[in-house]
């Protein structure tokens, strides 16, 4: 009997504690999805939550991880599903399709008299865009530049390319037993695009525009790296972090690839001597623009994730978080202020100069696979650049003619 | 009362052990299974997503998937890929089943270490293969040039055919666990008098595989094909990591390809027609094949 | 006879030779698996590839240990956890299901077998939507039932088909004798055929369990909570945004199956002894 009441009271002061912390409780929770995996990312991510959670009473934000690989379908199911989270940070060039599938709120009112919008660039700025109206805010970005194994090049003799040109032979050159010349991640996907795309874009050309001279000059260039035995076959079926291992175990003297692989590329090969160069350049410099934006999901809680989308975006608040992530800063106010020691990130920051956006288009998804195909079969050889660009531009043209 | 008792009385007291499973899996899988046929003659892509009403465009996805063309390469795919698995697989787990079912002290337990192939997920094997295949780094060309096999290495990933080969190479791999252990147990239910006795009549090895051992298997045998046809014909995890449909879409089954379609370009109702193209077709094989076993057995 | 015995011998040599030799082709995958787990990443894509780690490198194990709010103990527990769960249902469904259609005649005989096959037919990631919809109806999302329920669907089909061949190959005099011995139907099902069937049994549970261990995609897209998700989660942890870690990979996939194995070879003795079981003899 006595244990009996004794567990009662346990019971009872239990209920107590849980219906005063749920009385305490009445905050918003604004949830956000994102697709960091690694700890420090992570880590950082829960540090600028837990400042917004700290600098006001009324909003509590939780963030929740979904892998990369498994991103796109959980969001394309929760969107059938209408079971959504209030931020989504994803992939710059799958904004507008998101937007288009009406997941996003149209945020142009209220961010209007949001001074600050001023300074962001154009290019992060466009991507959260569609049809002129806001659907998000840019989180950070990055671009690809060009790494190279500095004594593999001393010892074949090269300087750094700086054209198209330079870059077949100086790959050529370097090209030794097993050190293959050049590399750059080709896989049929949007990695694969991504690469791609700063050769269309180098020779003046859209991302909606393959199939004339210029287009058939970028297919050209992989296909020629590819039949001169200075980049292998196999980057088809390398990622970008396949690729910095080939290029950190030596079997790559140069490779085209992101600032987002410094720090692990000094942490796996102290001992490897590289550098890097701005993009070699075609009829213009051109570079992707790559990064993650946030996007603010329809609903009720569209305020509070405004809110914390405010106070991540503030200077202040930038400045602790952009570097530990890896990223060049979005505005031009933060960018100035970064890797003033760090020569090798300052690369990346003035490559950022020639950076676009691809798309933004709804359809961008099918245009791309439609460019990395194309890419994909002038590089094996399985077509030629003109057979493979003029299917590509009839696909392409079917999407955005339709638009 | 009376009635029911009376429907119950003979062999229809058989719905009642059937039953509990059976509604568990309509309603689990019942549902989907239609929702993805209506969604494959609806028009749900990006910009129809959250409509609330979606249009209906009959059989127009299925026939905009035929005029693409990749279609045709994945049926083709698919048919290739489960015959040849289906067949080595069943061939080699057969016979490792027989030779584990003698008596010797390593059988067992190496048996039993076979199927750690099966314990592995399936993600980790296929990057597994997806690395030994490679061309420049992978140890298998590097056993076949060390041996003198080939002088080039071989491009196996990279090349459409190769590439197949591989992914069916990876898949039988998988699959040989699966049909040594079923045929083992099979071989187990046939009672060591039959073969000794068959063995006192003067039948030798061959005749008494043939004329015992088969003819006892036969219900295991069929149930494993069946099984190992369904379950090879929907792949999905091996080949999206091996090759993603790769080089050039040369390499898609119809489950990836309807992946593709849904999850990567956001064409939700190809996706769905897609899938029910390999549905029709897996079901149609089931039916014939029901046709063939049972019809002899005359169930009623 | 001390002929034979010499024979016999050799015999065995031969098969343990030979059986060595099968074993060596087919692990070798794994073995490479296991050296990749201790090499360093750069050593990974040397060329040539290195046949045994230059230098050990056993940092890819212990960062198993402590990897985000992904813990490795936890998500083990789960995997196990789910796993069994829909072994245990797959059985208590497939059992009679089968026992049903092999053993009675009825109506619509065909139309069962061929409806459990139906629910296989379409490929796990076309019935991860409809899924997830109805799982959410349930208020069942973000909770283990939810794997649950959803691997038991890939054990049930395959039980009900294998145990269904098991039960129809019982001889039909086995049970006459058993309903002159004064069994009803149920006890007979019971103590007879359950018993000579139980090797067919053990297989299926291992293999509705394995069904359950192998599972991503129901346990990733149903639990979105990373304390949640079964051990085959973690893959994601080391193929992420900026490509695949191997040597981590390697690690993690060695350590998720060797608590496995060792419930294999603890348990051979009972699954041999299922395996072996001879009751048809009697």
Redesign the interface.
Known sequence: MKKGFRTVCVILAACALFSSGAFAQSKTTVTIWNYWETPKHQETLARVCKDFNDSQGKIEVVTKYIPFADFKKQLSIGAAASELPDIVIIDNPDHASYSGMGIFADITDKMASWPDLKQYFDGPLNSCKLNGRLYGLPFGSNCLSLFYNEDMLKAANCQPPKTWDDLKSVALKTTKGKVHGFGISSVQNEEGTFGFLCWLWGTGNSSFKINDANGIKALSLVRDLVKSGAMPKEVINWTQGDTMNQFISGNLAMMVNGPWQVPTMREQAPNLKWNVVQLPIGKKAASDLGGENFGVVKGDKVDESLAFLKFVASPAEMKTYINDFGYIASRKDVAATQFTNDAVMKVFSAQMASAQPRGPHPRWPEISDALSLAMNESLTGIATPEAAAAKAQKTIDSIVGTK | MNRIRLFFRYGNIGYLFVLPAMLYMLALVGYPIVSNFILSVQDVTVTTLNAPVKPFVGLRNYRMLFADGVLQTSLVNTFVFTCCCIVFQFIIGFALALFFNRDFSFAKPIRGLLMIPWMIPMTVTALMFKFMFSSNVGIINQFLQSWGMIGQPIEWLLQPQLAMFSLIVANIWIGIPFNMILISTGLTTIPPELNEAAAIDGANKRQSFFYITLPMLKPVIESVLLLGFIYTFKVFDLVFVMTNGGPVNSTHLLSTYSYKLSFTLFKYSQGAATANILFIILFAVSVMYLRFVYDDKGAA | MAYKRNSDTLN?IT??A???I??AV??F??Y??LV?SFK??????????TLFPSVLNTDSYFAQLK???FNMFGSFKNSFVISFCAML?SLV??I??S???A?????G??L???????????????????????F?NLHL?NKQFSAI??D??IG???S???L???F??IPKELEDASRIDGCN?FSAFLRVFLP?AS??VI?CA??SF?YG??D?AYG??FL???KMRPI??G????????????SY??A??VV??IP??LI??FM?KY??SG????A??G
């Not at chain 3, 053993?103 to 109506?107: I, K, L």
């Not at chain 3, 069962?112 to 919809?133: A, D, G, R």
């Not at chain 3, 395996?275 to 001879?278: A, D, E, F, K, Q």
């Open positions: 065995r098969l343990c030979v059986s060595l099968v074993f087919l692990m995958p794994l490479w698996m990749t360093k990443e750069i050593e990974i894509f040397q060329v040539p590839p990897h985000g709010d249902i469904l497939a009679p299901a026992y049903g259609i053993r009675f005649q009825f109506r005989k065909r069962c077998i061929l409806s459990f096959l139906v629910t296989q037919m379409l490929p796990v990631s076309v019935l991860l939507t409809p899924m997830f919809i109805l959410k999302l329920l959803s038991a669907t049930i089909p395959f009900v088909l294998i269904m061949s098991y129809a190959s139907r000579i090797p067919g297989v291992v293999f394995l261990w192998g991503l990733m897209t979105q909570d990373q085959t989660a893959i994601f942890n080391f193929m992420g945004q900026y490509g695949t870690k191997w990979l390697t993690f996939a998720t199956i496995v194995v294999f070879v051979q699954i041999i395996l072996t079981s001879g048809v003899k």
